[in-house]
């Protein structure tokens, strides 16, 4: 009786002022009254015109300027009261039958809810009717859009065909006089071009009708609000608008969403687009309906395929896209979200912003991530862009000095590759790219030995899982392997695998023997990418902290292997090998001294090489094995150029590593001895000579080293000597069997040296100091030589240096541990001793130089 009365007051009483100001007075009660009785209703049933007479009382009223829903909290609270308790009505059978089971009135179910269905529509009008401004549009869809997006069709059937009247009575009555503010356009567009997909039949009906009052709202508005500037603009669009409704019938373009998309993005600034795309993406969530999911996806890729160059909103657009992947279940949806991406992702604007997005995950990815990055697609220009966009992400973490963590987004970016590689859309780019790829991928390797995923910065709020199986190593090394295989370097893989390159790369000490073999496999199997990666790695070595700048390197002079390093010009070639000669890092001068060994052999830069020698001399002094061997390989190389200073300043040097305790070192001394002695110009020899006798004597005791290499290599080099000197050696020199079990060819040996050395040389002081060498056969040798050469002594000598001297380096000889030292100095020191006690024997003349000295001069 009090809703009739008020209704029945609200129609009929004359409006003066003392009425209004009446009515006004008393808005708050009314509110207050109407939330109660509304609330007084059962949710479940309709046995009452209770709400009939609350709908047509607020229309009433609403026309007569008296606004009880907008204005005040309290109003607000009965908007949303009422359009709850209409909306959520159980469905009209289910009213019916309800009916018939509890029958509580007069009234027919059927006919009730009809007109009460009416009367809230009205009510909604009456709100536009008399407010016509765009923000009374704002706050009735505010309440209807949760029951436009609701599971259940009779609520979302109800909701959409109220908001399809709201929109068809607004573009009537629509005042565009300022100020024009809708600030959920973008929202509203999206959700009624989502429901003209709706499964229910009935509401893609209501939805395309309301969304083709809406397109007309639109045009309005936009016609007023654009800038009279840019009116060309809106010419243009207003174009294309017709000629998307000319081309399908209007229940035709209203049947596909994505028309619709194609159609209002021409209108919608960047904060609506975003809107649109917002929206969008929460119907993927609706799993009841795969179709509104269908619907959704093909909104999405529309709107970003026509209109990606206005969004302002895209990390978000990307985070909500990477939230939803996990629920979409239909692979056509799922592509299309995924297209979706890779169409932000290939636009420069947009590249690096959606790779900072999508670097910020847990690795390893997900397999809904790891179905995104394998998947991405794109044209080449654009697919190469993404490609090295991604790297660059990469590198930039190569060029900071090596810090105490390593930066997630280079573990992040490292197995995004990886995912890349897998998913194989990118393959062109990747062979553009391979070198930039492949070097970056070995920086990353070299950079991850040895860490966990504890050693990495992981940004706040992300949750990784620490294990030790998940390390950076992992993802580097499987990134490049992936790498190798989708660019069809497939020998060179094999290489990597059957020379355990893979266990050597992910080794600190071993690492660059890794990529050592890594080059020369490419450099042998795939010469085209070799010869790239070397032009590449020219700029590449100035860059990057030293793990970044060793890695290169180890690649780099690799490379220069191949005759194209020729072309290189000197600054990249020599130049650089000289500087890395010169630096502190002992790697780099290995380094160095390999990539001359690899230029030696071609004639051309021996020139060049040679402007280097000093640098290489010094490189004999040094302590590392390596690097001292090495030098002697490019000397070797270099000998027959030398000039004469040079070269007798190398023996020099050469002389003082005879038994070197490296015996590599100690063997190939000696053959870079020899080689430099048979280098020697014939009017050169007078300036060596010296050096060569001093060489004898260490040459024919090494001939007796444990070491078969070092004894053989020495017998070699005492021949070069002795043909140097023009001496024939006696055949028992190259005798098999140590020496010291040998007496009589050790005599033969020792009184021919004796005799061809005295006068030249002190042959038996120079023997008598490798008697305290730290090996034994050396030992041994140098005492029974000791003692043998003793009968070949001076007598002028003898006399006056006596061999006291001797004799007290022998004594203490026979206190060493080994039985067969103390039995040779014992018989050596006799030896010596007699020597003393008889006089030297008349040398003996042959017969033949007796006749020739009986002959006239």
């Not at 590249?351 to 847990?362: A, E, F, G, N, Y």
């Not at 070097?439 to 950079?447: A, E, G």
């Not at 050469?654 to 048979?678: C, E, Q, W």
Request: glycine share 4%; aromatic share 8%; net charge positive.
């Amino acid at each position: 009786m009090f809703l009739r009365s008020l209704s029945s007051l609200s129609q009929n009483l004359p409006y003066d002022e003392t009425i209004e100001s009446f009515i006004h007075s008393h808005i708050e009660d009314i509110v207050r009254i109407l939330n109660v009785l509304i609330q007084e209703e059962p949710l479940r049933s309709l046995f009452s015109p209770v709400r009939q007479e609350v709908f047509i009382t607020i229309a009433n009223l609403s026309y007569h300027n008296v606004h009880l829903l907008f204005g005040s909290e309290e109003r607000t609270d009965l908007f949303q009261v009422i359009t709850r308790s209409m909306i959520t009505l159980p469905p009209l059978n289910i009213l019916t039958q309800l009916q018939e089971i509890t029958p509580c009135g007069p009234y027919n179910p059927e006919c009730l809810y009809r007109q009460t269905f009416q009367a809230f529509s009205e009510m909604l009008q009456s709100l536009v009717v008399k407010d016509p401004h765009l923000e009374s549009l704002d706050t009735i869809f505010q309440h209807l859009e949760p029951w436009l997006q609701s599971s259940k069709d009779h609520e979302r059937k109800r909701a959409t065909a109220s908001m399809a009247q709201v929109l068809k009575c607004l573009s009537r009555h629509l005042c565009l006089k300022p100020p024009l503010r809708f600030q959920r356009l973008g929202h509203l567009v999206a959700l009624m071009a989502l429901l003209c997909g709706d499964p229910l039949k009935a509401v893609a009906e209501e939805a395309a009708e309301g969304t083709h009052y809406l397109l007309h709202i639109t045009l309005r508005l936009k016609y007023v609000t654009h800038d009279k500037k840019n009116h060309q603009s809106l010419r243009k669009a207003l174009k294309k608008c017709r000629g998307f409704l000319e081309l399908y019938s209007i229940k035709r373009f209203y049947r596909y969403p994505f028309k619709i998309a194609q159609v209002f993005e021409v209108f919608l600034n960047s904060d609506e687009l975003c809107q649109f795309v917002m929206t969008t993406l929460d119907g993927l969530k609706n799993l009841k309906h795969p179709y509104t999911q269908q619907s959704a996806g093909e909104l999405l890729i529309t709107l970003v395929k026509n209109a990606e160059s206005r969004f302002e909103k895209v990390p978000e657009i990307m985070g909500i896209i990477c939230a939803r992947l996990s629920i979409i279940s239909q692979p056509r949806v799922r592509q299309q979200v995924i297209n979706t991406v890779s169409l932000f992702i290939s636009r420069p604007k947009y590249t690096d912003i959606v790779l900072s997005h999508l670097l910020c995950h847990p690795v390893p990815y997900d397999r809904h991530l790891a179905e995104l990055w394998r998947t991405l697609e794109a044209e080449l220009p654009s697919t190469t862009w993404i490609l090295w966009r991604l790297l660059r992400k990469l590198q930039k973490c190569h060029t900071v000095p090596t810090q105490e963590k390593m930066a997630y987004v280079g573990v992040a970016a490292t197995c995004a590759l990886y995912e890349v590689f897998m998913g194989n859309r990118l393959r062109a780019a990747m062979l553009r790219l391979f070198p930039q790829l492949l070097m970056t991928l070995l920086i990353q390797i070299h950079h991850s030995i040895g860490l966990t995923m504890s050693d990495v910065a992981i940004p706040s709020g992300l949750h990784i899982e620490v294990s030790t199986e998940v390390t950076p190593l992992c993802f580097a090394v499987q990134a490049t392997k992936t790498l190798l295989l989708r660019t069809l370097c497939w020998q060179e893989f094999n290489i990597m695998e059957k020379n355990k390159g893979w266990t050597l790369l992910e080794e600190k000490d071993c690492h660059l023997q890794g990529i050592s073999l890594l080059a020369n496999a490419l450099l042998e199997r795939n010469q085209l990418l070799a010869h790239k990666v070397m032009y590449l790695l020219v700029p590449f070595l100035n860059r990057g902290n030293d793990k970044h700048k060793l890695t290169s390197a180890g690649f780099f002079v690799e490379l220069l292997q191949s005759p194209v390093a020729r072309r290189l010009p000197s600054t990249y070639s020599t130049a650089r090998l000289k500087d890395w000669l010169n630096h502190e890092n002992d790697t780099f001068k290995i380094l160095a001294l390999k990539g001359l060994c690899n230029l030696i052999r071609y004639q051309e830069m021996r020139e060049d090489i040679k402007s280097l020698l000093p640098c290489i001399l010094d490189s004999l002094c040094e302590t590392d094995e390596k690097i001292v061997l090495l030098a002697i390989q490019v000397l070797l190389q270099l000998v027959r150029t030398m000039d004469f200073t040079t070269l007798t300043a190398m023996m020099r040097t050469i002389f003082s590593l005879f038994g070197d305790v490296r015996p590599d070192v100690h063997l190939f001394s000696m053959t870079l001895f020899g080689a430099s002695i048979k280098s020697v110009k014939h009017t050169d020899k007078k300036g060596v000579e010296n050096q060569v006798l001093d060489s004898l004597v260490p040459l024919l005791l090494y001939s007796q080293d444990e070491n078969d290499a070092i004894a053989e290599e020495s017998k070699r080099v005492l021949m070069i000597c002795a043909h140097f000197l023009k001496w024939k050696l006696p055949q028992e020199v190259y005798c098999k069997d140590p020496l010291y079990i040998r007496p009589i060819e050790a005599g033969k040996i020792c009184r021919f040296f004796g005799i061809k050395c005295r006068g030249k040389i002190d042959i038996l002081a120079q023997t008598l100091m490798y008697s305290k060498n730290t090996k034994l056969p050396i030992r041994r040798a140098a005492v029974l030589f000791v003692g043998l050469l003793s009968n070949y002594m001076d007598q002028n000598e003898l006399s006056i240096k006596g061999t006291d001297w001797i004799q007290h380096d022998l004594r203490e000889m026979l206190q060493d541990p080994e039985p067969s030292l103390r039995i040779i100095t014992s018989q050596a020191l006799f030896r010596v001793q007699k020597v003393t006690t008889e006089p030297e024997p008349e040398p003996t003349v042959c017969w033949l130089r007796k006749l020739m000295g009986c002959l006239p001069t």
